[in-house]
């Protein structure tokens, strides 16, 4: 068997193309050329896979390299895929995510191979967007929810997810979609809010000769006090002792009330494996059924890194806040469950700790390597 990836180097195609990969397929990804290294989450298995030069946004590109494959499998993960930025680049998230998608789909149907050839797209659960507006946990989401995108991104992707259903019903491509609700991982990108976190407790948690965060600081008398200090002359920095002459950056973010179904992105390249592995294709929610808002994130994330009271460390700059939120999401993967055998092995608590873990990790080592250099 034959894949194709389209987004290959982010956080999902990567982990979909060592699974792929150890079930015997033969693993084409595409990456696009930009003026630095994208293939660090890939690296590891480079010497296993192919790797082709394209862009999803040139129907040219897209239709050479479906032609000359001819893979059995084309999994698209490929878009621009944070929604804060969508605000700010509507036009370019429209053609990547949602044109992009047009592109494969019509390289499939004139391919000469459209009965051959399955399809994957990433949807998203931010189609849901404006479903509630509060956090409820007899609410949920799932295949019969009405769509209510909330930004240029979730609308990209709802027209993608109506193109592919189109495509299935007019040209009978096996074209389904993962309406994945969000999913993380030690490989999520930094700018997301729980990478965004946990990367900020790494860095800090290495601050100043490896010590983990201190909560008591000996003041210049020689007494214990609580820590950090100074805070009251600059509230954007940390000082772990008042003789300090430079402090640390406190972590800023945004909104802390949303509530989002976070998984282990490992847990959700096998669904898309799934869905493609069926008789007839459709469409599948892959959730956890757990709802956690972004406070909750923070209280276990720091825990993790022994601290209990996060308030010092984190300042609330506006400049996260988005034009519109979605304020809650909560899937139900019941047909996912009973159609596809899937269920989720990482938890909730499990994928917290082991984003803190590795992040600890990697600034150490980070640390370690600069001090001997
Ligand atoms: P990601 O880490 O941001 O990866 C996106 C990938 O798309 C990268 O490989 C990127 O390449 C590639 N890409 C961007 N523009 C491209 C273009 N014009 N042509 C070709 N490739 C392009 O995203 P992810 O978290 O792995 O998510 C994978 C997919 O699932 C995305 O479509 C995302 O929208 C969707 N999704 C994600 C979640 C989630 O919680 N993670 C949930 C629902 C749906 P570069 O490395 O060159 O930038
Ligand atoms: O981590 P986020 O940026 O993820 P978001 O917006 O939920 O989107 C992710 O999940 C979608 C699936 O539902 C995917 F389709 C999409 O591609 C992406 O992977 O933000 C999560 C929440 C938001 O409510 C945001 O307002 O965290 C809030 N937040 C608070 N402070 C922040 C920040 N988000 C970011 N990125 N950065 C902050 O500083």
């Known amino acids: 068997m034959k894949t194709i990836i389209f987004g290959i180097t982010g956080q999902d195609g990567s982990y979909l193309a060592e699974l792929l990969h150890d079930k015997g397929y033969e693993v084409v990804g595409v990456t696009r050329r930009v003026s630095v290294d994208t293939l660090q989450r890939i690296n590891h298995i480079l010497p296993q896979i192919k790797i082709v030069e394209g862009d999803i946004t040139d129907a040219f590109s897209v239709s050479n390299?479906?032609?000359?494959?001819?893979?059995?499998?084309?999994?698209?993960?490929?878009?621009?895929?944070?929604?804060?930025?969508?605000?700010?680049?509507?036009?370019?998230?429209?053609?990547?995510?949602?044109?992009?998608?047009?592109?494969?789909?019509?390289?499939?149907?004139?391919?000469?191979?459209?009965?051959?050839?399955?399809?994957?797209?990433a949807s998203s659960s931010e189609m849901f967007g404006k479903n509630y507006t509060v956090c409820d946990s007899q609410k949920y989401q799932d295949e019969d929810t009405p769509f209510s995108p909330q930004s240029p991104y979730a609308i990209a992707k709802l027209a993608a997810h109506h193109l592919v259903r189109n495509y299935r019903d007019s040209y009978?491509?096996?074209?389904?979609?993962?309406?994945?609700?969000?999913?993380?991982?030690?490989?999520?990108?930094?700018?997301?809010?729980?990478?965004?976190?946990?990367?900020?407790?790494?860095?800090?948690?290495?601050?100043?000769?490896?010590?983990?965060?201190?909560?008591?600081v000996r003041n210049q008398a020689g007494e214990w006090v609580d820590g950090p200090s100074r805070k009251e002359d600059d509230p954007d920095m940390i000082y772990l002792h008042p003789s300090d002459e430079t402090g640390f950056p406190k972590l800023r973010l945004?909104?802390?009330?949303?509530?989002?179904?976070?998984?282990?992105?490992?847990?959700?390249?096998?669904?898309?494996?799934?869905?493609?592995?069926?008789?007839?294709?459709?469409?599948?929610?892959?959730?956890?059924?757990?709802?956690?808002?972004?406070?909750?994130?923070?209280?276990?994330?720091?825990?993790?890194?022994?601290?209990?009271?996060?308030?010092?460390?984190?300042?609330?700059?506006?400049?996260?806040?988005?034009?519109?939120?979605?304020?809650?999401?909560?899937?139900?993967?019941?047909?996912?469950?009973?159609?596809?055998?899937?269920?989720?092995?990482?938890?909730?608590?499990?994928?917290?700790?082991?984003?803190?873990?590795?992040?600890?990790?990697?600034a150490r080592l980070q640390r370690a390597h600069l001090q001997k250099v």
Not at 178 to 197: A, M, P, Q
Not at 317 to 336: H, I, M, N, T, W
Request: hydrophobic share 40%.
């Open 254 to 362: 945004g909104n802390l009330d949303a509530f989002r179904d976070w998984g282990h992105a490992e847990d959700y390249v096998r669904a898309m494996w799934l869905m493609m592995q069926q008789e007839f294709p459709d469409d599948y929610v892959v959730a956890t059924g757990e709802t956690h808002s972004v406070r909750d994130f923070l209280n276990i994330a720091f825990a993790h890194a022994g601290v209990t009271e996060w308030d010092d460390y984190v300042v609330i700059d506006p400049q996260f806040y988005r034009p519109a939120e979605v304020d809650f999401l909560l899937g139900s993967s019941d047909k996912a469950k009973s159609n596809l055998g899937w269920n989720p092995d990482v938890s909730f608590e499990g994928l917290v700790h082991r984003m803190v873990e590795r992040d600890i990790y990697e």
């Open 65 to 121: 390299i479906i032609n000359q494959e001819e893979p059995d499998e084309i999994y698209n993960l490929a878009a621009q895929s944070h929604v804060g930025t969508s605000f700010k680049q509507p036009s370019l998230t429209w053609d990547v995510t949602a044109g992009g998608v047009l592109n494969i789909l019509e390289a499939i149907r004139y391919s000469g191979r459209k009965e051959e050839i399955k399809f994957y797209q």
């Open 172 to 216: 009978g491509i096996f074209a389904c979609s993962g309406i994945l609700f969000n999913h993380e991982s030690e490989r999520r990108g930094e700018k997301f809010v729980t990478r965004k976190i946990t990367k900020w407790i790494g860095q800090f948690a290495t601050w100043k000769g490896n010590q983990l965060f201190i909560q008591k």
